[in-house]
């Protein structure tokens, strides 16, 4: 019989940055004893700690669903004493009484500023299933007999290795990373080499972006399987000052979007791996954020005699695929809207773009049912869930508080392919914004001025600058369509700094024509120095020119043909943009 080890309970595994900026790993239950003392998580990448954050922001929406900011039972929901597990849901005729005291909770929490002791309380009394090398109930693994033979489509589950797991390396067997972190002259065997603390970091990692490269799956019948949910969504989450604010800001309590609150909160800890199977094989769909957020893409099986001195291995099952389809369960997300396709008239995960800063989305994150050529808008459940804090922080005496220090944005690039989607990049933006930015309250309407402002820099851009960028194109004979979309994102990059520079010195009680016009004479400035730049480092060929085809009123065969060179597009483009910035003005006025 083996016996558990390597419990998260107490080992350091986490890795989090102090208030000095000093790393350091501590244990599950130490982070959430102390969030108050960590600025932020500081895994081996920005993915891994978002979903090390889900796993946080799981046993904090199962305690305090469950037990009130003093540690109290709530009187509406039943627990079985043993395990504290819930096995009622919250009756119908309770849900207003409820919902006010998961309110109370949050706030009551967010003034204290740290969690109550409850949550170790419950940990411990979970402890059994926290154990990272377990034959009974391992964290986040399945037991030896869940991937047996008989069960599968193939004699042997797949096998993944210290450098496939270890996303820093991301090496595959066919493949060397000649600049990998891992590296031995005499030998690539350390790329293999895991401790124990990054196992499990990797793990949860692995759970939510993992791609569809493995082939092996439970009994003969194809279903469509999981790449990890976490791949899937175009993550966003709110940050605060320190981890707790973080944590507190998307924990989303009492949050009206959908009935999470009112569910019973089941984390995959609370399961058997043979019920969480059983659970995906057979179509179960989630109701509550904590099983949401500890979600399986593979059914994993890590030796529990592990010799941590030679490689790494794990076995693999892919389990099938979370709905997608109108899934609003899920609060930390952009959402798009399927016109075409198997999803058509439903709303999807939106992935981030990559080299596109957040702002860009701006829409896609505060401007719900905002219509852009016929398209719908959802914004994400998170932001729904800042409104309402800023809507009751009154009856708290939190009305002046600023929540949010700012948004941050996290996503995995896959490499195209639809039969493996390997993945292969991290996407990551920070947006520092105050809290009138993102919500609309006090009747004023921020959020809908700056979005207003972003679609207008995106026309300068995107129009008048594209077409200037166009004209050179033509002059040099260029074939390539790189040259003006590699533009198109250089002149991104020059105005980036200084539109969040703007945005978080938007000041809510001056008047907004008056800060929106800062930006729209900075806009001109920044894009008409890069047009000059390429005028003034014009070649031979730009003001040779070309002869262009010019329309007349006469018939296209006496049509005109003259000179045109990088001057005329150039005046051209500065017509163009005076007139652009002159009737943002006059917009912004009416």
């Known amino acids: 019989m083996i016996l558990g080890s390597y419990n998260l309970l107490d080992e350091k595994w986490i890795s989090v940055i102090d208030k000095d900026g000093n790393p350091k790993n501590v244990s599950l239950k130490k982070v959430l004893e102390e969030a108050n003392n960590f600025y932020d998580l500081a895994g081996d990448t920005k993915t891994q700690d978002f979903a090390v954050m889900r796993i946080l ?89 869940d991937i047996s033979a008989d069960k599968l489509n193939k004699p042997n589950p797949s096998e993944l290795s210290g450098k496939n797991i270890n996303r820093l390396v991301s090496e595959s067997g066919n493949k060397i990373a000649l600049f990998s972190p891992k590296n031995d002259k005499k030998s690539n065997s350390n790329k ?24 092996v799956i439970f009994g003969n019948t194809k279903y469509k399987a999981s790449k990890g949910w976490l791949f899937d969504i175009g993550g966003v989450y709110l940050k605060g000052d320190n981890l707790f604010e973080t944590l507190m800001l998307n924990l989303a309590l009492f949050y009206e979007g959908v009935d999470n609150c009112f569910n019973i909160q089941k984390p995959c800890w609370e399961m058997s791996s043979s019920e969480l199977i059983e659970f995906y094989m057979y179509g179960g769909t989630f109701d509550n954020l904590a099983g949401l957020y500890t979600a399986w893409s593979r059914a994993v099986y890590i030796n529990p005699n592990l010799d941590f001195d030679k490689p790494f291995k794990c076995s693999i099952v892919k389990l099938p695929e979370i709905n997608h389809r109108d899934n609003f369960l899920e609060p930390m997300t952009l959402w798009k809207y399927n016109k075409t396709g198997e999803n058509k008239d439903s709303f999807t995960p939106r992935k981030h773009i990559i080299h596109q800063s957040l702002w860009r989305s701006f829409s896609l994150l505060t401007m719900d049912d905002f219509s852009d050529n016929g398209a719908k808008q959802k914004i994400p459940g998170i932001i729904d869930f800042l409104k309402e804090l800023k809507d009751k922080s009154r009856y708290y005496g939190l009305e002046k508080t600023n929540f949010v220090q700012s948004i941050v944005s996290v996503s995995m690039a896959d ?57 050179i194109k033509a002059i040099r004979n260029i074939n390539s369509d790189d040259f003006v979309s590699r533009k198109i994102e250089e002149i991104y990059f020059v105005i980036d700094n200084r539109f969040r520079r703007w945005l978080v010195s938007i000041d809510e009680e001056k008047p907004h024509e008056e800060q929106i016009s800062e930006w729209e004479e900075t806009l001109k400035k920044l894009v008409k120095e890069e047009a000059k730049n390429i005028f003034a480092n014009g070649n031979n060929r730009d003001f040779i020119g070309f002869k262009k085809k010019q329309s007349t009123k006469k018939t296209e065969e006496k049509s005109e043909k003259e000179i045109y060179t990088i001057a005329h597009a150039y005046n051209k483009f500065i017509y163009f943009l005076n007139r652009d910035i002159k009737n943002m003005k006059e917009e912004g006025r009416e």
């Open 57 to 145: 922001l799981a046993v904090l929406h199962t305690v305090f669903s469950r037990f009130d900011y003093n540690g109290e039972q709530y009187e509406w929901v039943k627990l079985d004493d043993k395990l504290f597990e819930q096995d009622e849901e919250v009756d119908e005729y309770d849900k207003e009484e409820y919902q006010s005291a998961l309110c109370d909770t949050w706030f009551e929490l967010w003034k204290k500023g740290n969690f109550h002791q409850i949550v170790n309380v419950y940990l411990e009394k979970w402890r059994d299933s926290f154990y990272l090398f377990d034959d009974k109930q391992p964290f986040l693994q399945v037991v030896e007999d």
């Open 192 to 215: 293999e080499i895991l401790a124990p603390d990054e196992i499990a970091r990797w793990l949860i990692t692995l759970q939510g972006y993992i791609g569809l490269s493995d082939k």
């Open 415 to 471: 490499d195209g392919n639809a039969t493996s989607w390997v993945p292969i990049d991290e996407i990551i933006d920070y947006l520092p914004v105050q809290d009138f930015i993102l919500v609309n309250f006090n009747n004023k309407n921020w959020s809908m001025w700056i979005n207003d402002t972003i679609q207008k820099t995106k026309r300068v851009i995107e129009f008048t600058y594209k077409n200037y960028i166009k004209d």
